[in-house]
């Protein structure tokens, strides 16, 4: 039987076993035949308030019939279990929507495992130890049919739907609350900006307008559809990396660890004393100083290779916006990222001169100290922000519903005695469970809608332009634009909104049907006794 998220798995079986647990409490107790002896005493009742004497002994027995029959089948599919209807025999399986990083995610199954932190917090019910009896998968005929048929259409719907929902959404969230924790990075980033950006952007500002222009033209082009004029604005400018003059012949202002000394590069280290002497480690330090642009991009000690690798969830982020998003290259999806790290570190300006030689261990430690300053003021403002978007909410919900179907499983054994075996309860429990499972359906189509919404407002997915507004989003939430206010309010409303539409309509379809349902059965009373009840009152006349 195939569900729709990890955590029902394990809901559903505990469900099953709290309900076997109380369904054998009833049983044992006896307490199950309590509502066929008051079906009994309900009908003759009924007779005597109808005037049925010794000559309606058989419309009387027939009634009780009726209604014994009616309950017993209720008691037999609703409440009685049996191994051909096991949830073990069927296996519960849940297989997570592909995704561009996973196109073929593995299926997890309860017998097998899913293969997450639930196997082990959760081995009690896949051992059967939380009872003696090891009937705890056990379901009703009925209910069995009703998780059953509610699963198929679900797994049916969601497969007539061509899904186009590109993560957009989780690429969004995970830009949001990313952060960097990592103090030496903080650190390093702290230093390429003071040795290496500043240093160039200053020398940038200081330019003639002749100096800016190459053959003519302005070596920071306006309509450039890749960078811009705002290019400069940040530590991996473009412009930097390439024109000479920056970051191609400038160089760090200390030794950076990661990097061995160039005798062609740092001309400036001469010879110093014999080796393991105090001399040798001032003249000859252990690392070397590398041009800005190899601080920047080197593949092993890089600041950007680092940013982006720095972590498992700023990888996966990466890997989701290549997939994701519309990129000119490469290289400008890695700028973005970069970009964004650069933003969560919000380096600051410290004057290079103060550090002498190979001895910053002072300075460093400051700013390390500044950086998780930063860095602990940014997970709060993440946190916050987290707190009242819509990714979190869009994750909980499987979970409450996960939650509510093992309530619901739990309480219909006891609700179904103390319903006295009523038949209404019957199609009214299986129109509740089919209500709730269905949740899920509503769920696909708000992304399925929400995808398409957001497609049409960013033609083409750019992933520069998007990227460009997250980076925007994050100055405050002042800084929302319009696109994103109507995109929230719009996923908010199907996300919440279609599922109280869908159970408020399930809940009056059901309500009419047990009207309906509950006419019947006392025409069908009513006809059984009416017929006799007259005779004998003419009688009496």
């Known amino acids: 039987m195939q569900l729709d998220s990890y955590l029902e798995i394990f809901t559903t079986m505990y469900g099953w076993a709290f309900a076997n647990i109380i369904g054998e409490v009833l049983t044992g107790t006896g307490l199950v035949a309590i509502p066929f002896a008051l079906i009994v005493f309900s009908a003759w009742r009924d007779a005597k308030e109808s005037a049925v004497g010794g000559g309606g002994v058989m419309a009387l027995v027939e009634a009780i019939m009726t209604r014994l029959i009616i309950a017993m089948f209720v008691f037999a599919t609703c409440f009685a279990t049996t191994p051909f209807t096991s949830l073990v025999s069927v296996d519960l399986r849940y297989t997570p929507e592909p995704t561009a990083a996973d196109p073929s995610p593995v299926t997890a199954s309860f017998i097998n495992g899913t293969g997450s932190g639930y196997d082990a917090a959760m081995a009690d019910v896949r051992n059967g130890s939380m009872s003696s009896t090891g009937t705890l998968s056990y379901v009703p005929a009925w209910w069995f049919a009703v998780m059953g048929i509610s699963s ?120 110093g004393g014999p080796a393991g002497t105090p001399e040798a480690a001032l003249i000859n330090p252990e690392w070397g100083r590398p041009t800005c642009n190899e601080w920047w991009l080197d593949s092993a000690n890089g600041i950007r290779p680092r940013m982006i690798t720095q972590t498992t969830d700023w990888q996966q982020l990466y890997q ?71 990714v979190p909410m869009v994750n909980a919900l499987p979970m409450v519903q996960a939650m509510l179907l093992m309530g619901m499983y739990m309480f219909l054994p006891l609700v179904v005695f103390l319903s006295g075996y009523d038949l209404k309860f019957m199609l009214l429990g299986g129109v509740a469970i089919f209500t709730v499972k269905f949740w899920t359906v509503m769920w696909f189509i708000a992304r399925w809608v929400d995808a398409h919404l957001i497609a049409a407002m960013y033609p083409n997915l750019d992933g520069n332009i998007f990227m460009q507004e997250i980076k925007t989003i994050l100055n405050g939430d002042q800084s929302i634009g319009y696109k994103r206010m109507i995109l929230n309010t719009v996923l908010m409303a199907m996300f919440i909104g279609l599922p109280l539409l869908w159970t408020a309509m399930m809940g009056w379809i059901g309500h009419r049907f047990a009207t309906e349902l509950g006419r019947l059965g006392t025409g069908s009373a009513a006809s059984v006794t009416s017929p006799v009840a007259m005779p004998r009152r003419g009688a009496r006349r």
């Open 320 to 390: 989701r916006m290549r997939d994701g998003l519309t990129w000119t290259s490469e290289d400008k999806a890695r700028d973005n990222l970069a970009m964004l790290a650069e933003r969560k570190a919000s380096p600051q300006f410290v004057d290079a001169a103060r550090i002498m030689g190979n001895d910053y261990d002072g300075m460093t430690s400051v700013v390390r100290a500044l950086g998780q300053g930063v860095s602990t003021f940014s997970v709060g403002k993440k946190l916050i922000e987290a707190n009242i978007e819509f």
């Open 152 to 271: 198929g259409i679900n797994n049916a719907v969601r497969d007539g739907i061509s899904n186009a929902d590109r993560e957009i959404r989780m690429v969004e969230h995970m830009a949001r609350t990313a952060t960097i924790e990592n103090p030496r990075l903080l650190a390093d980033i702290q230093r390429f900006y003071s040795e290496c950006f500043v240093v160039a952007r200053s020398r940038f500002l200081r330019m003639s307008p002749d100096d800016l222009s190459s053959n003519g033209q302005s070596i920071v082009a306006a309509g450039n559809s890749d960078y811009g004029p705002t290019d400069v604005d940040w530590m991996g400018s473009q412009l930097f990396r390439t024109e000479p003059g920056f970051y191609s012949s400038m160089r760090s202002y200390n030794p950076v660890p990661g990097f061995v000394v160039d005798p062609r590069r740092d001309t400036d280290y001469i010879a």
